[in-house]
């Protein structure tokens, strides 16, 4: 039987209405969705009734009872299974609510390992489940352009379809249930390697006796240039503005997770494990509810030298 794609003006559940999720739901209204809306901050949860119209039915059960499909856009796994099935929210959960033949929508950077389980739960109450991380930072979430990576079953993706091109430019998909949190991690772990490295190399520039500002632009003109370099730099490291929206704490958990990735495949990564053994040490070092550009500054306390001043 062929399911209906989830088209506007559908209702549509979004948990999680943070520096990403605020945006993407707002995608969302702008396209014609009727978004019903739950976060555990009240302030979120008013902000976005305010600036998108969402309703807020007052409790996961309602909102897994009002909608065919449910989006999460939580910190990690832990809190995607919380909201779902109920654990520590007293009993309250979308599972309780949603009928049989709806969908969860995983968009967090969550654990693959726990989205396959969780999305074995929701089978056995015939509920499905797509993951579908983002890239693209809070910039490209309020432009709708966000890069999309989907895994789960194609009837499941095709009726998903519309809802993700309301909030992405580039939709790929990776693979059976999984797989997008899988690659998102993955990623995650490319960029903070490639910020760490230009750290370490900029300051061991100024420190020699170069301009950082200068190579940082020789970088991005060359073939050491990287995301970072392009997009991390010159706006919110050397600039010491250190406001790009995503969180040291969210990065870590990242590099956490795509260290679980090669272990569960079997592959070696040594130089994953120095990268992430790295960025613990910085979140250590620096404390709680930092940006993940301040990692920075991990390296100037070791070195002694703080980027854009004299050595
Ligand atoms: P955030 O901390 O700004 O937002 C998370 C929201 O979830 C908050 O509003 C919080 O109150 C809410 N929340 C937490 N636990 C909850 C629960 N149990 N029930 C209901 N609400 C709950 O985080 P963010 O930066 O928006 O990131 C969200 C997800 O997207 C993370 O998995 C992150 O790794 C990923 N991500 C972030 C970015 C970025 O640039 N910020 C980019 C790509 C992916």
């Avoid at 948990?15 to 969705?33: C, D, H, K, V």
């Avoid at 194609?154 to 949190?181: D, N, V, W, Y």
């Avoid at 950082?212 to 730099?233: E, R």
Wanted: proline fraction near 5%; charge should be neutral.
């Amino acid at each position: 039987m062929n399911t209906p794609s989830l088209v506007p003006p559908a209702r549509i559940g979004f948990i999680g209405l943070g520096q990403m999720g605020l945006p993407m739901a707002r995608s969302l209204a702008r396209t014609g969705y009727r978004i019903a809306v739950h976060d555990v901050r009240r302030e979120a949860l008013e902000r976005a009734c305010d600036a998108i119209g969402a309703e807020a039915p007052g409790s996961l059960r309602a909102i897994g009872e009002r909608c065919d499909a449910v989006i999460t856009m939580l910190p990690d796994g832990n809190a995607v299974q919380a909201v779902a099935l109920g654990s520590g929210n007293g009993g309250d959960s979308l599972l309780a609510g949603l009928q049989a033949g709806a969908i969860l929508i995983d968009m967090s950077s969550s654990s693959p390992v726990g989205t396959r389980e969780l999305g074995a739960q929701l089978a056995g109450r015939g509920v499905a489940m797509l993951d579908a991380p983002v890239s693209g930072g809070i910039k490209k979430a309020v432009e709708a352009s966000l890069s999309i990576m989907v895994g789960g079953d194609a009837a499941s993706i095709a009726r998903c379809m519309p809802l993700l091109e309301a909030m992405g430019k580039q939709i790929f998909l990776t693979g059976p249930l999984g797989s997008g949190h899988a690659m998102k991690a993955l990623n995650n772990y490319v960029s903070a390697a490639g910020l760490a490295a230009a750290a370490e190399a900029v300051l061991a520039g100024q420190r020699f006796g170069l301009d950082p500002v200068n190579v940082v632009n020789i970088l991005n003109a060359s073939t050491g240039m990287n995301n970072s370099t392009l997009n991390k730099f010159h706006q919110y490291i050397l600039s010491r503005a250190f406001n790009s929206g995503f969180s040291l704490d969210l990065m870590v958990k990242d590099l956490k997770t795509a260290l679980e990735v090669a272990s569960a495949s079997g592959s070696p990564a040594p130089f994953g494990e120095a990268c992430v053994q790295a960025w613990c040490d910085a979140q250590a070092a620096l404390g709680p509810g930092v940006d993940h550009t301040a990692v920075v500054r991990y390296w100037e306390k070791l070195a002694g030298t703080e980027l854009g001043r004299k050595a």
